[in-house]
């Protein structure tokens, strides 16, 4: 569980808006509130009187950020366009206010009642999943991959300064791109379907990029590591794949500076290492 933001004003803004969005979309909070990483977002479940059940999800972002059309405000209605087309929640609606400088988008989504795979994104136990399991999401994965899109999940200027300094190799030059989930990690995947959430990243990068990014955060847990190594072993074990695990590398060591999947720190040098 996050934490909200350090400053009190800013906390009680997000709670206000929160309050405010869930009156303006005429739902009801039912549940714990619950922090994303840094007190950037807010959610709570909530029950609509048409939809049912909902998530209510709280971003804020400088304002100006949101007016230009900052990747990750736009993310989720983006996303819309995969609804009934892969396993994800669909959205149901959106809406934004203004305060002190700050923008505020309130995402009504459907409610995935079913468990995610893990609590936080680094995999610390054995994903113990079905065979049916990995097909769902080989095929989502495929249908995301085939889906045009404009957006840029990552691009080839940051791959050509983080892959040297955090990799210490020679950042690849990518010629193969895809769309991706590109945050593709086991708190973001669910037990049973499995459905995909937090769509809010989602764009261009290097082919392979998902397999590789879910593979990476599973990496304390070798089997699972293994296992997703074999469910995509035609994508991660490719150049274009291998240069994918390189760039997913760089970005979770670039990461780990700044305090984040500092417990990977070990295992992603392995596998820089062991990448030929």
Request: contains cysteine; neutral net charge; glycine residues 6%.
């Given at each position: 569980m996050y934490s909200p933001p350090s400053d009190p004003a800013a906390e009680q803004r997000m709670r206000t808006a929160l309050a405010d969005a869930a009156g303006h979309l005429h739902v009801q909070i039912t549940g714990e509130l619950r922090w994303g990483v840094g007190g950037r977002t807010l959610c709570a479940p909530v029950q609509h009187p048409d939809d049912g059940a909902c998530w209510l999800r709280l971003a804020t972002l400088p304002a100006a950020k949101a007016d230009a059309g900052d990747r990750l405000w736009t993310g989720t209605a983006d996303a819309a366009r995969f609804d009934g087309k892969v396993n994800k929640p669909r959205l149901v609606a959106i809406h934004d206010t203004y305060r002190d400088g700050q923008a505020l988008r309130a995402e009504l989504t459907e409610y995935v009642s079913e468990p995610v795979c893990a609590p936080s994104p680094v995999l610390l136990q054995e994903l113990d999943v079905t065979?049916?399991?990995?097909?769902?999401?080989?095929?989502?994965?495929?249908?995301?991959?085939?889906?045009?899109?404009?957006?840029?999940?990552?691009?080839?200027?940051?791959?050509?300064?983080?892959?040297?300094?955090?990799?210490?190799?020679?950042?690849?030059?990518?010629?193969?791109?895809?769309?991706?989930?590109?945050?593709?990690?086991?708190?973001?995947?669910?037990?049973?379907?499995?459905?995909?959430?937090?769509?809010?990243?989602?764009?261009?990068?290097?082919?392979?990029?998902?397999?590789?990014?879910?593979?990476?955060?599973?990496?304390?847990v070798p089997v699972t590591a293994a296992r997703v190594r074999r469910e995509f072993a035609d994508v991660l074990e490719t150049e274009p794949g291998r240069a994918a695990q390189l760039v997913v590398?760089?970005?979770?060591?670039?990461?780990?500076?700044?305090?984040?999947?500092?417990?990977?720190?070990?295992?992603?040098?392995?596998?820089?290492?062991?990448?030929?």
């Open positions: 065979g049916m399991w990995w097909a769902s999401l080989r095929a989502d994965l495929a249908v995301i991959a085939t889906t045009g899109t404009d957006r840029r999940a990552v691009r080839q200027e940051w791959i050509d300064r983080a892959v040297p300094r955090y990799t210490g190799r020679p950042a690849p030059r990518i010629t193969e791109w895809t769309a991706a989930h590109a945050d593709l990690h086991p708190a973001n995947l669910t037990r049973h379907t499995p459905v995909i959430l937090d769509w809010e990243g989602h764009g261009l990068a290097p082919a392979g990029y998902d397999p590789a990014m879910l593979m990476a955060h599973c990496l304390l590398a760089a970005e979770l060591l670039q990461s780990a500076e700044r305090g984040y999947y500092t417990e990977l720190v070990t295992s992603l040098r392995n596998l820089v290492q062991s990448l030929p």
